[in-house]
């Protein structure tokens, strides 16, 4: 599943690739009911519509009937990578939180990363679940030699009086087809770009240190599907 890692004695860039998160099929199935669709608005970012700093359509499914079934899709492909994810990182989960678990003696434990290590996936999924949620999913599509998101930003950012965008812990996103060259996720600071492969799950932190950009396709429109994973709201949290 693991595709454009690094190796484990390598310093962490936190900048995770999981290939065949969807195979070829799921993926032009996505594109081609994005492409019918009659309700793609133009890309918007944190200040609006934009075009000099992101050119797209996009349509947001989440909340949408028809859309049901590839968001369940979508989310559950997320979800698998995230487990993944969280376990070459683990306190991803467990540095912003002092998380207990029950443990073969029936108290309860301090969530450490060997604890998280120890667990199989069925004990892990819900731990997740308790701390993190699934975000409103956008597919967009960049126009070849036109479209792109030049504009180095991150994912973290106070927009709203509910602090939603403050909630946003990782960044994913799913490139659901190739053909075309360049169009890679760069990162500022890693100085890495990322090569859309159909099919491939990109999951990285949501924060300034992970300022990045969507650099221009040539030769072939590209299409992503894309999200974030927040943390739940205090009141969730914390009653």
Not at 16 to 32: G, N, P
Not at 110 to 115: D, N, P, Q, V, Y
């Amino acid at each position: 599943m693991h595709g454009q890692q690094r190796g484990d004695s390598e310093v962490a860039d936190f900048i995770e690739v999981f290939d065949d998160a969807l195979d070829r099929e799921q993926c032009a199935r996505l594109v081609e009911r994005f492409s019918a669709s009659a309700d793609t608005v133009p890309g918007r970012i944190g200040g609006g519509v934009l075009p000099e700093l992101k050119d797209s359509r996009d349509l947001t499914i989440t909340g949408r009937e028809a859309w049901r079934d590839a968001e369940a899709m979508l989310n559950a492909a997320v979800f698998k990578g995230l487990i993944a994810y969280l376990r070459r990182y683990p306190h991803t989960l467990i540095a912003p939180l002092m998380l207990e678990v029950p443990g073969e003696d029936g108290a309860r434990h301090r969530l450490t990363a060997e604890r998280l290590a120890e667990m199989d996936d069925a004990s892990l999924a819900p731990v997740v679940q308790t701390v993190l949620r699934p975000g409103a999913i956008n597919l967009q599509r960049y126009t070849a030699d036109r479209g792109g998101y030049p504009y180095w930003h991150c994912e973290l950012y106070p927009r709203d009086a509910h602090g939603e965008t403050l909630h946003r812990h990782l960044l994913w996103t799913i490139y659901l087809n190739d053909g075309f060259d360049a169009g890679e996720t760069e990162f500022l600071y890693q100085r890495r770009r990322i090569v859309p492969r159909a099919g491939s799950l990109l999951i990285a932190p949501a924060a300034f240190t992970h300022t990045h950009r969507g650099n221009r396709p040539s030769g072939g429109d590209k299409f992503i599907a894309t999200s974030w994973i927040l943390f739940q709201r205090a009141e969730r949290l914390f009653g």
